[in-house]
């Protein structure tokens, strides 16, 4: 605790010295205007357009125009992507006087490199990550969204989902979730209890997303030991990093279903002036119970299809945000609320009376099980630049998260979850040192967790972590070098005199290798050494966990988990073609996982967490080529192939749970103002399956979306009609422990409309 404080103090003392720092803002009298082109010459509409040096941020109209107003006459460096034309990056002059208008002509070969990464360190183009990195945003993630963060990035190469109904779903990359993927929300920790069982929900509502970041095998070196599998980033803007664009604008996103009869809305409002900007949002969902034309057992023994009981879903949320903004960096805070309801199927509970606070008119509730959550949240984010000699940037980002979660049997509270998290990062971004740019950086994490009823399987605990890291890059051209190093000290106590406390001291060590090996091919390659130290429910659990059907066992012996894995990807980027080959293999040292003990208690199963050697491996393939572009329309030919194989190295036999390999292939028409896409999953038998799992038949499933957009002077709206499992096909997940209880639903027509103004 003395630890934690004084870091935090630490921490706080610096983000004041950083207010005091700063130097008044001057509005200037110069202005900048000009037009966004595609390589064929036509208008691009909806480009993003920056001025990073100044944090200024519009977006074309219809006819490709743009303008800044306000400038200190001089030289900017600006920025232009469009997610369909490509990017550009250039020097341009604003002028008191009124300079000519700049014509900025996109590039498709620039598009990868122009899309920022921020969960792979300091912030860089997806061409300059030395490991897989996925960015989701804009139309895809429109199109992409479901009720869960989990369902939401299913289809992403390498990710698929743990689902558990509706409200549940987390991500399972490369076959590994749970605590072995950090979920990040603005680059802080969600502070839920997620990683400790599939019924709980993840605190993130995919309707407040603007972007999401996936990274794809180990980034403990940034993002402490439970990133070992990845690293999930949302986005939302919800702390502004930048000068308001304009006094107020504002996204409003509407979404209607027809499976489980689906209603969602989301509007978020972004303004200021001056040195103030301000965000805030608020979203709500509401869904009954799925409908599934897959086999699953009914009342009696007997199978049956169709209503999915008790799998109804809803969820609402709030944020305010606001930031003081100068010429040399911005410091901000956002208040956040979350809550959700959902049910879950396939389980009943016998739990003692006590009423629920939350609970309102769902007739699947009466006599189903179902989990009530609620989460308030403070974020505080800020940045410095040129804050002192050898220095260029010094970030603060620090949050205080207060998460509980019950579960309910109508009126009956069985278990009752409390996390209080907080979470504290200081990174100093440094200049050329023996021609090392990079990252140094400090963490603390401060977690107390409870859990009380029928399902309390672990006695109340309390973790501190702190994290001390370094990244650095160079690059002598055609090769960039990066290499990181961390160490973290985990000190874990429980509340039962009678556990022994447990501290951990692990390291973590990545060296990556990008290089342009020709004009249009690219070559990454990272050699990783990641360690995860036992989380306290592996070491302390004892009691029913109803959400994996076993008396759960913890060992308060475990030693740290640590991987030695090889990563490789092959990158081709042609004007009609890209194209990326990732391969990986990681053999992990004392893997923890829950193994059958053979005994019953109180008719559950039981599995002790135990430790043995494993190896993951596997390959991604993906990309798109351009079958054709005429004027302002492209069609595209898109494609994705995923495999993992994950064993124990000692046995050969299969980990439980490893999603199947699948395929997708997806043909798309972007126009001005219609898009339109169809796509086909493959996904193959799951046959390699433990002793005590059975094996998952495959599926084919097709989903299509059309879309109109309507532009005016001042506003975009776009109707969409999408359409997933359009041939009612038969789905099982693997990943799920609900597999056979709760398949994936069937066909769904979704109406969406979306306004930007």
């Given amino acids: 605790m003395n630890t934690l404080r004084t870091s935090m103090a630490a921490v706080v003392a610096v983000a004041l010295a950083a207010i005091g720092a700063w130097p008044a803002h001057a509005d200037g009298n110069a202005s900048l205007t000009g037009t966004v082109l595609t390589a064929g010459g036509e208008p691009v509409a909806g480009a993003e357009v920056s001025l990073p040096e100044v944090r200024l941020t519009t977006f074309t109209d219809e006819d490709g125009r743009f303008s800044f107003a306000g400038l200190q006459p001089g030289d900017f460096l600006i920025s232009v992507a469009s997610a369909r034309s490509g990017g550009v990056v250039a020097r341009v002059e604003a002028t008191a006087d009124g300079a000519e208008p700049v014509t900025l002509t996109l590039d498709k070969l620039v598009h990868s490199h122009g899309i920022t990464v921020t969960a792979a360190g300091v912030a860089r183009g997806l061409g300059e990550v030395a490991q897989p990195v996925d960015v989701l945003g804009g139309e895809d993630l429109l199109l992409r969204k479901q009720s869960t963060l989990g369902e939401t990035l299913a289809q992403q190469?390498?990710?698929?989902?743990?689902?558990?109904?509706?409200?549940?779903?987390?991500?399972?990359?490369?076959?590994?979730?749970?605590?072995?993927?950090?979920?990040?929300?603005?680059?802080?920790?969600?502070?839920?209890?997620?990683?400790?069982?599939?019924?709980?929900a993840v605190a993130i509502d995919p309707l407040a997303a603007e972007r999401i970041e996936v990274v794809r095998g180990p980034a403990a070196v940034l993002w402490g030991a439970n990133a070992i599998g990845g690293v999930v980033n949302v986005l939302d803007g919800r702390v502004p990093d930048k000068p308001a664009a304009a006094p107020v604008a504002a996204v409003v996103e509407l979404e209607a279903g027809s499976n489980a009869d689906k209603r969602s809305g989301a509007a978020k409002l972004d303004g200021g002036g001056g040195h103030f900007a301000w965000h805030l949002d608020l979203y709500a969902r509401d869904q009954d119970d799925y409908s599934s034309p897959a086999e699953r057992p009914g009342h009696g023994g007997e199978p049956e299809t169709g209503t999915v009981e008790n799998s109804w879903a809803k969820a609402q949320g709030a944020t305010i945000g606001g930031s003081f903004v100068a010429d040399r960096g911005f410091i901000g805070i956002a208040l956040?609320?979350?809550?959700?309801?959902?049910?879950?199927?396939?389980?009943?509970?016998?739990?003692?009376?006590?009423?629920?606070?939350?609970?309102?008119?769902?007739?699947?509730?009466?006599?189903?099980?179902?989990?009530?959550?609620?989460?308030?949240?403070?974020?505080?984010?800020?940045?410095?630049?040129?804050?002192?000699?050898?220095?260029?940037?010094?970030?603060?980002?620090?949050?205080?998260?207060?998460?509980?979660?019950?579960?309910?049997?109508?009126?009956?509270?069985?278990?009752?979850?409390?996390?209080?998290?907080?979470?504290?990062?200081?990174?100093?971004?440094?200049?050329?040192?023996?021609?090392?740019?990079?990252?140094?950086?400090?963490?603390v994490v401060q977690r107390d967790f409870s859990a009380a009823g029928e399902e309390a399987f672990v006695e109340p605990t309390e973790t501190t972590k702190l994290g001390a890291y370094v990244f650095e890059e160079s690059s002598v051209d055609p090769v960039g070098f990066q290499f990181g190093l961390r160490y973290d000290r985990q000190d874990t106590r429980s509340s039962d005199?009678?556990?022994?406390?447990?501290?951990?001291?692990?390291?973590?060590?990545?060296?990556?290798?990008?290089?342009?090996?020709?004009?249009?091919?690219?070559?990454?390659?990272?050699?990783?050494?990641?360690?995860?130290?036992?989380?306290?429910?592996?070491?302390?659990?004892?009691?029913?966990?109803?959400?994996?059907?076993?008396?759960?066992?913890?060992?308060?012996?475990?030693?740290?988990?640590?991987?030695?894995?090889?990563?490789?990807?092959?990158?081709?980027?042609?004007?009609?073609?890209?194209?990326?080959?990732?391969?990986?293999?990681?053999?992990?040292?004392?893997?923890?996982?829950?193994?059958?003990?053979?005994?019953?208690?109180?008719?559950?199963?039981v599995f002790q967490f135990t430790q043995s050697d494993a190896e993951f491996s596997g390959f991604e393939l993906h990309g798109h080529v351009e079958l054709l572009h005429s004027g302002k329309s492209h069609i595209h030919l898109g494609f994705s192939y995923d495999q993992v194989i994950a064993e124990f190295k000692e046995s050969g036999e299969p980990l439980p749970r490893i999603p199947p390999r699948r395929g997708r292939v997806a043909l798309i028409?972007?126009?001005?103002?219609?898009?339109?896409?169809?796509?086909?999953?493959?996904?193959?038998?799951?046959?390699?399956?433990?002793?005590?799992?059975?094996?998952?038949?495959?599926?084919?499933?097709?989903?299509?979306?059309?879309?109109?957009?309507?532009?005016?002077?001042?506003?975009?709206?776009?109707?969409?009609?999408?359409?997933?499992?359009?041939?009612?096909?038969?789905?099982?997940?693997?990943?799920?422990?609900?597999?056979?209880?709760?398949?994936?639903?069937?066909?769904?027509?979704?109406?969406?409309?979306?306004?930007?103004?």
Avoid at 696 to 722: D, W
């Fill in 497 to 605: 005199s009678d556990l022994p406390d447990r501290d951990f001291r692990t390291w973590t060590a990545s060296v990556g290798v990008v290089w342009d090996i020709a004009e249009n091919w690219g070559l990454t390659a990272n050699l990783n050494r990641p360690e995860r130290a036992p989380t306290a429910e592996e070491l302390y659990a004892f009691g029913p966990h109803m959400a994996t059907a076993a008396f759960e066992i913890g060992d308060p012996n475990l030693a740290s988990e640590v991987g030695q894995g090889l990563e490789v990807s092959l990158r081709a980027e042609y004007p009609r073609f890209e194209a990326t080959l990732s391969a990986f293999a990681t053999r992990y040292d004392d893997f923890i996982y829950l193994a059958e003990t053979g005994d019953e208690i109180d008719e559950l199963e």
């Fill in 157 to 200: 190469p390498g990710v698929t989902a743990s689902t558990y109904g509706q409200g549940s779903s987390r991500p399972v990359i490369r076959g590994l979730g749970a605590d072995r993927i950090r979920i990040l929300e603005n680059g802080l920790d969600t502070g839920d209890v997620s990683s400790i069982g599939p019924d709980h």
């Fill in 336 to 443: 956040g609320g979350y809550e959700t309801e959902y049910g879950i199927p396939g389980h009943h509970h016998h739990h003692h009376e006590e009423p629920s606070v939350f609970k309102e008119d769902h007739e699947e509730e009466e006599g189903g099980v179902y989990a009530d959550l609620e989460q308030r949240r403070v974020d505080l984010h800020g940045q410095l630049d040129d804050p002192f000699r050898h220095f260029s940037a010094v970030k603060l980002s620090a949050g205080w998260r207060d998460y509980n979660h019950r579960e309910m049997e109508g009126d009956a509270l069985g278990t009752r979850f409390d996390n209080r998290w907080t979470e504290g990062r200081l990174d100093l971004v440094n200049e050329p040192i023996l021609g090392f740019t990079g990252t140094l950086g400090l963490q």
């Fill in 669 to 757: 028409y972007m126009g001005e103002r219609v898009d339109a896409r169809v796509e086909g999953w493959w996904v193959d038998d799951q046959t390699r399956v433990t002793e005590h799992e059975t094996p998952t038949p495959g599926y084919e499933m097709l989903n299509a979306s059309v879309g109109y957009k309507i532009f005016t002077r001042k506003t975009v709206h776009e109707i969409i009609v999408r359409g997933r499992n359009l041939t009612d096909a038969e789905a099982y997940n693997h990943v799920s422990f609900l597999k056979l209880a709760a398949p994936l639903p069937g066909r769904d027509i979704s109406l969406i409309y979306r306004l930007l103004l």
